[in-house]
């Protein structure tokens, strides 16, 4: 029996693209990761470390009330 | 507790963690809670991540599982990325074309995820194979293949193929 071992490595049976356009691809993806990274950054992320960092320092005290 | 400099170091990390989770995803509101939980868990499980080791390797792999678990059937109901890009841009080529990036960002989108996923760990956040293999969990023979499928399916998408495509139709203009 002739059967097809399934290897876990996904297999590799395609031709390799041309240079060029794989160059091409890599500027158009490096410029498209770039716009993302420079996006104007929400607010909330930021205050959301801030935060943390500052209930790290300082613990918020337990709320009076909540010993009843 | 997480050490004095780690909340400087998660921020360092913020933008390329959103650039990654908006690729992930397709939307920019998803990416940005995904990276939201992502911070929240990075700090609270901040013990665990081991220096020396690449702080933005660990935060996108805490990131992917969570949008595994989590998001991947929201982020097919909401596609808003578009709203992020303010115009049309061409990237530059070397001396005879140059790829419309619209054009590029929509064939992104048809690629499968995890052929997405690896292309953008390679290709433009600067990970090494071994980091993006341990972010996907898979090997490294599996990080290479994909990265190989997700070039030629976009060769294939945006007409770059010279061969199966007369230079006129194709999506690299010549210029001059």
């Known amino acids: ?68 | 507790m997480p050490s004095a400099s780690f909340k400087d170091e998660l921020l360092a990390e913020i933008r390329n963690l959103r650039a990654f989770a908006i690729s992930l995803s397709g939307s920019v509101s998803l990416a940005d809670d995904l990276v939201q939980e992502s911070l929240l868990r990075a700090w609270s499980n901040s013990e665990k991540f081991q220096p020396g080791t690449s702080l933005r390797a660990w935060l996108f792999t805490i990131l992917r599982n969570i949008y595994y678990s989590n998001y991947r059937k929201r982020s097919r109901e909401v596609q808003d990325s578009d709203g992020l890009y303010a115009r049309r841009l061409t990237v530059p080529g070397d001396q005879e074309s140059h790829l419309d990036l619209e054009d590029f960002r929509q064939a992104m989108t048809k690629l499968p995820a995890e052929q997405r996923e690896v292309l953008t760990l390679i290709g433009a956040s600067g990970l090494s194979y071994e980091e993006a293999a341990v972010v996907c969990q898979v090997g490294i023979g599996t990080i290479k293949s994909r990265l190989s499928r997700a070039r030629a399916k976009l060769v294939e998408l945006l007409e770059l193929d010279e061969a199966s495509h007369p230079p006129v139709e194709r999506k690299v203009r010549r210029a001059g």
Do not use: C, F, W
């Open chain 1, 1 to 68: 029996m002739n059967a097809t071992r399934t290897n876990k490595v996904e297999a590799l049976d395609i031709a390799a693209p041309d240079p060029k356009a794989v160059e091409a691809i890599g500027r158009a993806l490096e410029a498209h990761y770039a716009s993302l990274v420079q996006a104007p950054l929400p607010d909330k992320l930021v205050e959301l470390l801030t935060r943390l960092e500052r209930d790290r320092v300082s613990p918020p005290p337990r709320r009076p009330d909540a010993l009843g």
